[in-house]
C-alpha cells in the first residue's frame, strides 16, 4: 500500500465538519472531529448514503439521509445494525492531505 494525495491541509473541513473528496473512482469523507481529522469511505453502512454530506453531531459523522451515526474513531453506527466500516490511514506532509490506499 502507498499514499497517494488526496487534496491540500487548506481544502479539509472547518472544525466539526465533514467534507467529501473524489479518489478515483470513489469518494472519501475527511471528518474533522474537535480538530482531529479521520479519512473514511464516504458510503454510509446502513443505506449507502453519502457520509460527507452530513453534520457532525455527539462526535459521529450523522448520515443525512436517516441519521445513521459513524464514530469518526471507531466507525461503529449507532443504529440497529451496528457494523464496522473501514476508515483509511491518513497524514499530512507539507501541506498536501496523504490517504493510503
Known amino acids: 500500500m502507498s499514499f497517494i494525495k488526496l487534496t491540500t491541509q487548506a481544502d479539509l473541513p472547518a472544525a466539526d465538519e465533514a467534507k467529501e ?15 482531529a481529522y479521520s479519512a473514511m469511505d ?6 449507502g448514503g453519502p457520509i460527507g454530506q452530513g453534520m457532525i453531531e455527539n462526535g459521529k459523522v450523522v448520515c ?6 459513524v ?12 457494523r464496522e466500516g473501514r476508515r483509511d490511514p491518513m ?6 492531505v496523504l490517504i493510503e490506499m
Open 42 to 47: 464516504n458510503v454510509c453502512l446502513h443505506r
Open 91 to 96: 497524514k499530512i506532509e507539507n501541506g498536501d
Open 71 to 82: 464514530g469518526s474513531e471507531d466507525r461503529r453506527g449507532r443504529a440497529q445494525c451496528e
Open 64 to 69: 443525512r439521509g436517516h441519521g445513521w451515526g
Open 21 to 35: 473528496f473524489p479518489c478515483g473512482d470513489k469518494t472519501i469523507c475527511i471528518a474533522n472531529v474537535n480538530g
